[in-house]
Every structure is written in C-alpha cells, then in structure tokens.
C-alpha cells in the first residue's frame, strides 16, 4: 500500500478527531509498510472512528470498501474465518446442499479483496483468531471446510481496536499480540478538547467549558494515580456533558446545576458502578468544581 505525502495530509485534515496526529501518522507509516496496527486505549477517545476513516479513505472515500466486525464474547472461529452451516447436517438434502458452508468476516475480505476492521478485538477469546496466524505470518488462509487455501491479496490492509484490561475483556495471546503492531491512542490535552466542544457547542457558557475540561483532566489524573477510578472521561464523555449543559442552560436552568448533573451522569459511566467509594469520588469532585465556579 503507496501512500503519497499529499494522502499523509488529506487524512489527517479531514479526520473528525483532533490531537491524534501523532497516532495517525504511526498508523498510516505501518500501514503502508503492509503490517496490521491495533488501536488500543480507553474507551471513547476515538479509535474506531479513527480507523474506519483511515479505511474509507484507502478504499476512495468508499465505507463500503471494507468490512468490519465487532468482536463479542462468544465469537469463534466460524464467525472470524467460517465453518460448516448448522444447516448443512439438516435432514432436507436440499437445504444441506444449499448451506454447506460459510465463509466467516476474514474469509469474505480475504476473497472480495476488500480491507478489515476488527473492531473490540480483545471482546473476542484468542481461539476465535486461530486462524489468522497463518494469514498473519504466510500471507495463506486455509479453509479446511472448503479445503482450499486463500492468498492474501497485495497489499491488504487489517486493523483492529482494542480496550487491554477492560473488564469484559479477554487477555491477548503472546503469539497474537507479536503479529499486530500496538499503537496507543490516549487522552487528548484540554487545549484540543477547548478546540473541539468549542465547534461542537459554540454557545456553551465558557464558565462551563472550562469546568467540564477540568472534570476530566481531574478524573485521568485520577485514574492515572491510583486507578481508584477504572478510566477517566473521555473526549466522547466530554461531548456529551458540553451539548447537554449548552441544552439544558438555553431552556434556562443555570450553569452550576446543569454542570453537576452532567458530571453525575458521566460520572456514572466511569466510575466503579458496583464500588460507592468509586461513585462518591467522582461525584465529591464535581462538587468541588462547581462550587469554584
Ligand atoms: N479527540 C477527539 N476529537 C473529536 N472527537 C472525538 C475525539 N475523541 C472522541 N471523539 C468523539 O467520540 C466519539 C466516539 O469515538 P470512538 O467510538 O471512535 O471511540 P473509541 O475509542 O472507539 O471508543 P470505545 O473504546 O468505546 O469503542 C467520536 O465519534 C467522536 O465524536
Ligand atoms: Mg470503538
């Protein structure tokens, strides 16, 4: 995959995310060096939207130039690379005939020449991806139910997004680990953050702004220091809490109160839900904010 200096800028340009150039621009060099990349980080700082418009950008601004899958806890092989249809051990030799077997997400890219997203792969249980090794490490697919072997095409793109240590989640083999490169995708500064709910709600009260900047950056340090939280907000948190406040003070509730109640919800989200000391941490620091304002 040739990726010419001017493709450098046009993706990053026209990305929806800001403050993730760095991480663009290492995802877009081992791409074009033909290696897979996993986005890793907390949720909701970007990763997904960060690779599907990679992907659609390679593919001629086209979404339906590759595939994607999100990976689930009971995910297996027949999802990932395919099996024989339950149906083909039905009694009606007509139907059994007609679904033999089928090709699983990797099987079907692999075969229309089309790019992947492997979306929360860590959701998934190793086992499900046994397949890729091979794929990942000799460019071949075997499809033992079909026995025939796929090539990878020239120049096939993979990348995947994952949450390590998120509960919920599955650890990564070694083996599997190794054939990805892991590139990380964290919070943003609060100057970025400024930029971006400054487009997104541009009559939000800058008293506001800078309170709902200040939860945030608090509850990362928060989670940084001890991990007594289990992540902290997300730019997607951060959002959410600006367009609610700007709503919410246009029907004429004030400032202070409308940040509080955001911050409760969002507070929610990322504190411990079964933990009170989790919730009551967030929860004191939102006070705490919003009576300095
Ligand atoms: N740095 C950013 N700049 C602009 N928008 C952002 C940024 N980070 C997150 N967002 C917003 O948050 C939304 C959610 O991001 P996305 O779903 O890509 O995150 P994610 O890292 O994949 O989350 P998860 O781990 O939960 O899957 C985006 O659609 C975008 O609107
Ligand atoms: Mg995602």
Same mark, same amino acid.
């Given at each position: 995959? %040739? ?11 026209? $990305? ?21 990349? @996993?986005? *890793? ?15 659609? *950008? ?16 009971? @995910?297996?092989?027949? =999802? ?14 007509? !139907?059994? +005939?007609?679904? @033999? ?40 697919? #075997? !499809? ?57 709600? #541009?009559?939000?009260? #800058? ?17 940084? %220091?001890?991990?007594?939280? #289990? =992540? ?11 367009? *609610? $406040? ?33 919730? +009551? !941490?967030? +929860?004191?620091?939102? !006070? ?6």
């Amino acid at each position: 995959m %040739k990726l010419t200096t001017e493709d450098y800028i046009r993706i990053l340009e026209t $990305c929806e995310i800001k403050g993730h150039d760095e991480a663009i621009l290492r995802i877009l060099r081992y791409v074009e060096l033909g290696y897979p990349v @996993m986005l *890793y980080g907390p949720p909701g700082n970007g990763k997904t939207t960060i690779a599907e418009h990679i992907l659609s *950008y390679i593919g001629g601004e086209d979404e339906s130039s590759f595939l994607k899958i999100e990976a689930t806890e009971g @995910m297996s092989e027949y =999802q990932v690379i395919g099996g024989f249809h339950p149906l083909a051990m039905s009694g009606n030799a007509e !139907l059994a +005939q007609k679904f @033999m077997y089928k090709d699983g997400i990797v099987a079907r890219a692999i075969e229309s020449g089309k790019n992947l997203l492997i979306d929360e792969f860590t959701r998934a249980p190793s086992s499900a991806y046994s397949g890729l090794f091979l794929l990942l490490s000799r460019d071949t697919l #075997p !499809l033992e139910y079909k026995e025939t072997v796929l090539k990878k095409p020239e120049g096939w793109v993979l990348i995947s997004t994952a949450n390590f240590g998120d509960e919920g989640t599955f650890k990564l083999s070694n083996a599997l680990k190794r054939r990805f490169v892991p590139i990380n995708v964290g919070y943003v500064s609060s100057a970025t953050e400024k930029t971006v709910i400054s487009n997104i709600t #541009p009559d939000l009260d #800058p008293e506001v702004e800078n309170a709902i900047i200040l939860f945030a950056s608090e509850t990362r340090t928060l989670w940084r %220091k001890d991990r007594s939280i #289990p =992540q902290g907000l997300s730019t997607d948190g951060v959002i959410k809490m600006a367009r *609610y $406040c700007e709503l919410a003070m246009s029907q004429g509730f004030d400032g202070k109160s409308v940040f509080v109640d955001a911050a409760f919800h969002q507070g929610t989200i990322i504190a411990d839900e079964t933990d009170p000391h989790s919730i +009551q !941490l967030v +929860q004191e620091l939102a !006070l705490k904010i919003a009576e300095d304002m």
